[in-house]
């Protein structure tokens, strides 16, 4: 089984993700999008697996300081350019378990996907 978490080192809800998965002994990949970015046609797949809705991280920081003019008219590729251009606003983390994507951390789901 590979598993990769695609996320920021310093966002909290990183560092609880990936304390659950070694406190459960999971070998994973991490991917951290400020140091390694993200590519258009990862998000594509992503978008196309879980939809863009789910994707990108409209509550946070990045997102509400944005233009209004930018938040508006949102559809798959204005939201994949925003989230190419400032990998933040994608919603954390993303976990990939063989193609599998869980997006957000819910230690449920967690536990239910990898046993």
Known sequence: ???TIYGIKACDTMKKARAW???HGVDYA???YKAEGIDR????QW???VGWELLLNRNGTTFRKLPDADKTGLDQE???GLMLA???MIKRPVLDIDGKLLVGFKPDAYAA???
């Open 1 to 3: 089984m590979t598993t």
């Open 21 to 23: 998965l070694d406190a």
């Open 30 to 32: 991490f991917h951290d």
């Open 41 to 44: 046609e990862r998000l594509e």
């Open 47 to 49: 978008a196309a697996k």
């Open 78 to 80: 204005k939201a994949i």
């Open 86 to 88: 400032q990998p933040s």
């Open 113 to 115: 996907a990898l046993g």
